[in-house]
């Protein structure tokens, strides 16, 4: 079975922190700002933290005046995270069809005319650049 390398939903949570921050942070800042959006224990924030540094989403340095704080940083960006969660996605649930993918949630979407044309000039972004299988 592959290794699980994206960041689970509970995951995300504490990664929009880092992505937000756009700094190192350690546990404890972590804990701190994630508790003006969750009720997440602290136990788990840094359990979490653990995860996402096994699944190479985070990395950390030990902090140089005390060796019991770690500095975490982000390795991936949230770009990057969502990229492979569409991947695993598209894979899970579309046998690997991008296009079905694709067709299945315009087809459940109520998009606007404004929307449209977004989509419309992205689609031809892809086409101009050759889109290419990620």
């Avoid at 929009?16 to 701190?32: D, M, P």
């Avoid at 996402?52 to 990057?80: C, I, M, N």
């Avoid at 690997?96 to 449209?116: H, V, W």
Wanted: proline content about 2%.
């Amino acid at each position: 079975m592959e290794k699980e390398t994206s960041p689970s939903q509970s995951e995300w949570l504490i990664m929009e922190v880092f992505w937000e921050c756009s700094t190192s942070l350690t546990a404890r800042e972590v804990i701190s700002k994630i508790q003006e959006k969750s009720d997440m224990s602290p136990r788990m924030v840094r359990v979490l933290l653990n995860r996402l540094w096994q699944k190479g989403v985070l990395s950390f340095t030990v902090d140089e005046h005390d060796a019991r704080v770690y500095h975490y940083t982000p390795v991936k960006t949230k770009e990057e995270c969502q990229r492979e969660k569409s991947r695993k996605f598209i894979d899970s649930y579309f046998e690997g069809s991008r296009k079905n993918a694709m067709a299945s949630l315009l087809q459940s979407a109520k998009l606007t005319e404004e929307q449209f044309l977004e989509l419309e000039e992205i689609l031809e972004q892809c086409r101009k650049k050759d889109c290419e299988e990620e």
